[in-house]
């Protein structure tokens, strides 16, 4: 399995909670670094923790109303912006799934097996590129996908449109 070895090796460090964390490459990161972290449900350890390395600015986003109403219920650092839209592969107003069970967080645009097809709302999505040209990003240091099963449609759509992003880290969803 010598063919399955990384051949680069990069330094990381774990970022946010035990479930909400990633491996990040801190390297290329700094106080101007430009970061997207979508979905954020009610934890934002992640940001947190790199705001209080690089103090720098982090751009979260969220459609899900459980989301939007803790956000602003919560004493977040001026560090983080907030939007209360989602990411996807095209700009619209669509159905987003909320969760099947009682307690749960995440919605999503997919429906898939943790959220209620009987249970949709409408909320506003955006293409990356649409998001950053109102933010007027020219590029992106590090952007964390947390997106219950559109990551794969999303990840197409930011490749086709050939966006300069030095990091990116995903959670997958294909269990879904």
């Not at 600015?57 to 001026?78: H, R």
């Not at 506003?124 to 590029?139: E, G, Y």
Request: charged share 20%; net charge negative.
């Amino acid at each position: 399995f010598n063919y399955l070895q990384p051949t680069i090796q990069l330094p990381f460090v774990w970022f946010g909670g035990y479930y909400t964390g990633f491996f990040v490459h801190p390297t290329y990161l700094n106080k101007d670094s430009i970061i997207y972290c979508f979905l954020i449900g009610d934890d934002i350890s992640f940001e947190l923790e790199i705001i209080s390395l690089f103090d720098c600015n982090i751009y979260s986003f969220d459609p899900t109303p459980y989301s939007i109403q803790w956000i602003s219920s919560q004493n977040i650092p001026n560090q983080i912006q907030f939007f209360p839209f989602g990411i996807s592969d095209k700009t619209v107003l669509t159905n987003f799934y909320l969760p099947k069970e009682h307690g749960f967080i995440s919605g999503s645009e997919e429906l898939q097996s943790n959220v209620d097809g009987a249970k949709s709302i409408q909320v506003p999505m955006k293409k990356l590129v649409d998001i950053m040209s109102d933010l007027h990003h020219q590029q992106i240091d590090l952007l964390k996908l947390d997106i219950e099963g559109s990551e794969y449609r999303v990840l197409d759509e930011i490749l086709e449109s050939q966006i300069p992003i030095h990091q990116i880290v995903v959670e997958f969803h294909d269990r879904f």
